[in-house]
């Protein structure tokens, strides 16, 4: 039996630009089950990218529920929802975002560190899962795009997360690359039963492989 | 490799700088200290040759430049008739006329002293080349006989060719090399020459030892006068209870234990310390501005590597630990530095100016140490601060 990772009732989030207010979350009615493999799609500009944020616990919502693993996520602080983020939550970005000064295998490091576990085994098997055990020595900057948005997989993945998600994860790389890393990714979803992937794209191929698509537009999903 | 480490070590030319900064704030506070306080040191320590427990001088008197009133040598019966319990309370006084002159680039005290007194005032600090001044008592000889028994006598008696064997002096060593002077060399003292007849070993009171009688006559003192005398107590006497008599029995005179001059000299030229100490706190204090100012424009650039720790579930002390791990490192390399190049001031100034004394104590080197961490984690607080609060989406966001 599935179990809901996460469910929001009209949620709400606003940016402020100067002393203007932008509502960019109008109310967003969504429930997410462990396991699934869910593609959000939509205009540039809806609010994909930061209902991945929220959904991250990266900001705050302002309004609306939110529920995250049956918790009430407005009635976390911002030390349990750092927490919550670090024990079950991998974040895979369009840009890698990975770590200039450290090397691959620090930068996958670097995610087991900050959870207090320092296993070398795990980070050489999650670079090896991607592909890259041999450049594990090498700098972002030494490595190809796509050999970086690896890096930041394996990153991602080494924690054993049990939700990934990816902003656009492929926006980046040509089409070669796209499809070894959608693959990548479709893959070690698959190997890990309880894993949860929400994934931002505008990549068709992408869109196909997921189990479910959500398409937002101005802000909500469209039903 | 470690995150802070390899930060800093990206940009190394930023750190080197930062690095640099602060270990030139912690070594002018090493030099600085070393330097206010190893020159008092080095001054008390000559002191302690003195073979004497008392120091009697006029109240009047200024004690660091001895320049005031003189007092007549009457006081020296005076002094050995103080008594406790029918017990004289010093059994020898030993006087002192103070003079100066310019050597070595610098202001040196000259001590006129008897010369049978030399032991009393060098404590066993033996002449390592030459002669004593006035070793065969020519002089002195002769002014007892123009004194014959009276108080007073006139220095104008004394003929040119009668005083030129009373133009003695000797120096001790370390002057010696810093000047430059030898045996035989001939240096002005009251407007005469003086020729320096022996080499003594550093650690005497004064640089500059000569005959107390000839120093007088120079001066026209026609009555026995003198600075200031050393008083040594009875050995049954205890030396507090002396000096207590003495200052009780003698209200005009200033009576102090020879062994409290450092805390003497430390009150009196406390100026002499608080100025450097000033200094380098200011410089200590700049120093960690910078390193406020690294690692600020450190925050800074890097607020896209806080966004993507804080995306890997990074708490607040994660990222505090970090940017203050980094402070300390600068920190770290900024002392190390700074200690490198104390020894290279030291060595510069010792070598520039040899009669100064940068006297490096683990104590100072500690204190550079402590001042260097605590620094470093003070500077990097706010930037710390910064770096928690900085918003982890406008960073991610950026291209």
């Known amino acids: 039996m599935s179990s809901v990772v996460f469910e929001t009732k009209g949620l709400l989030k606003n940016f402020r630009v100067d002393s203007l207010k932008v509502p960019v979350l109008r109310g967003i009615d969504i429930q997410i089950e462990q396991g699934e493999f869910v593609a959000v799609v939509g205009p540039s500009g809806c609010g994909k990218s930061t209902l991945l944020h929220v959904l991250g616990m990266m900001c705050k919502h302002d309004g609306g529920d939110f529920r995250a693993w049956g918790q009430n996520v407005s009635e976390l602080n911002q030390r349990q929802r750092t927490k919550m983020r670090r024990e079950k939550i991998a974040f895979v970005f369009q840009r890698f975002n990975l770590l200039g000064v450290l090397s691959a295998k620090n930068n996958v490091q670097m995610a087991l560190k900050i959870r207090g576990d320092h296993t070398d085994h795990q980070v050489n098997q999650a670079l090896e899962e991607v592909g890259l055990a041999e450049k594990m020595h090498f700098k972002p900057s030494q490595l190809s795009v796509?050999?970086?948005?690896?890096?930041?997989?394996a990153r991602a993945l080494v924690c054993r997360p049990e939700v990934l998600l990816a902003d656009e994860p492929t926006g980046s790389l040509d089409s070669e690359n796209s499809k070894a890393v959608m693959e990548l990714i479709r893959g070690l979803h698959d190997e890990r039963a309880e894993q949860t992937t929400i994934l931002i794209t505008h990549n068709r191929r992408i869109v196909d492989a997921a189990d479910r698509v959500l398409e937002m537009i101005d802000g909500k999903i469209k039903t | 490799m470690w995150l802070p480490l390899a930060n800093i070590l990206h940009r190394k030319?930023?750190?080197?700088?930062?690095?640099?900064?602060?270990?030139?704030?912690?070594?002018?506070?090493?030099?600085?200290?070393?330097?206010?306080?190893?020159?008092?040191?080095?001054?008390?320590?000559?002191?302690?040759?003195?073979?004497?427990?008392?120091?009697?001088?006029?109240?009047?008197?200024?004690?660091?430049?001895?320049?005031?009133?003189?007092?007549?040598?009457?006081?020296?019966?005076?002094?050995?008739?103080?008594?406790?319990?029918g017990k004289p309370v010093a059994s020898q006084v030993t006087p002192v006329f103070k003079a100066s002159m310019h050597l070595a680039g610098q202001e040196q005290s000259v001590w006129g002293i008897d010369p049978d007194d030399l032991e009393t005032i060098a404590g066993g600090k033996k002449i390592i080349k030459g002669r004593q001044f006035d070793a065969e008592r020519k002089f002195k000889t002769l002014?007892?006989?123009?004194?014959?028994?009276?108080?007073?006598?006139?220095?104008?008696?004394?003929?040119?060719?009668?005083?030129?064997?009373?133009?003695?002096?000797?120096?001790?060593?370390?002057?010696?090399?810093?000047?430059?002077?030898?045996?035989?060399?001939?240096?002005?003292?009251?407007?005469?020459?003086?020729?320096?007849?022996?080499?003594?070993?550093?650690?005497?009171?004064?640089?500059?030892?000569?005959?107390?009688?000839?120093?007088?006559?120079?001066?026209?003192?026609?009555?026995?006068?003198?600075?200031?005398?050393?008083?040594?107590?009875?050995?049954?006497?205890?030396?507090?209870?002396?000096?207590?008599?003495?200052?009780?029995?003698?209200?005009?005179?200033?009576?102090?234990?020879?062994?409290a001059f450092a805390g003497i000299l430390a009150d009196s030229v406390a100026i002499a310390t608080i100025i450097p100490d000033v200094i380098c706190g200011i410089?200590?204090?700049?120093?960690?501005?910078?390193?406020?100012?690294?690692?600020?424009?450190?925050?800074l650039e890097r607020s896209k590597e806080i966004a993507i720790l804080r995306s890997l579930g990074a708490n607040s002390g994660f990222i505090h630990?970090?940017?203050?791990?980094?402070?300390?490192?600068?920190?770290?390399?900024?002392?190390?530095?700074?200690?490198?190049?104390?020894?290279?001031?030291?060595?510069?100034?010792?070598?520039?100016?040899?009669?100064?004394?940068?006297?490096?104590k683990g104590q100072w080197l500690g204190l550079a140490v402590v001042v260097g961490l605590v620094g470093g984690v003070l500077s990097s607080q706010m930037p710390a601060w910064l770096a928690v609060r900085a918003d982890p989406l406008a960073a991610l966001s950026e291209a």
């Open chain 2, 143 to 259: 002014i007892a006989q123009k004194r014959a028994g009276r108080r007073d006598y006139d220095p104008d008696s004394i003929s040119k060719s009668e005083l030129g064997e009373g133009l003695e002096l000797i120096i001790d060593q370390r002057l010696a090399q810093a000047a430059k002077a030898n045996i035989g060399d001939s240096v002005g003292l009251l407007g005469k020459k003086f020729v320096i007849v022996g080499i003594i070993e550093t650690g005497v009171p004064a640089r500059v030892l000569t005959s107390l009688q000839t120093i007088r006559c120079i001066k026209g003192v026609s009555r026995a006068r003198s600075t200031f005398y050393f008083a040594r107590v009875n050995k049954s006497i205890d030396a507090v209870a002396a000096q207590e008599a003495i200052a009780k029995d003698l209200p005009g005179l200033r009576v102090e234990r020879t062994g």
């Open chain 2, 13 to 85: 030319l930023r750190t080197g700088l930062s690095v640099l900064a602060v270990g030139i704030g912690i070594s002018m506070l090493i030099v600085l200290v070393s330097l206010s306080r190893g020159s008092i040191d080095e001054v008390v320590k000559r002191w302690s040759s003195i073979r004497a427990e008392l120091w009697v001088l006029p109240r009047s008197v200024d004690v660091i430049t001895a320049k005031g009133d003189y007092l007549d040598d009457r006081v020296i019966q005076q002094i050995l008739n103080v008594k406790i319990d």
């Open chain 2, 321 to 360: 630990r970090g940017i203050i791990s980094e402070a300390l490192l600068i920190s770290v390399g900024g002392i190390v530095v700074g200690i490198v190049l104390s020894y290279g001031g030291k060595m510069l100034i010792e070598s520039h100016w040899p009669l100064l004394t940068v006297d490096i």
């Open chain 2, 283 to 299: 410089s200590v204090v700049v120093s960690f501005l910078f390193i406020l100012l690294t690692v600020y424009t450190m925050v």
């Open chain 1, 146 to 153: 796509g050999e970086q948005q690896r890096v930041a997989i």
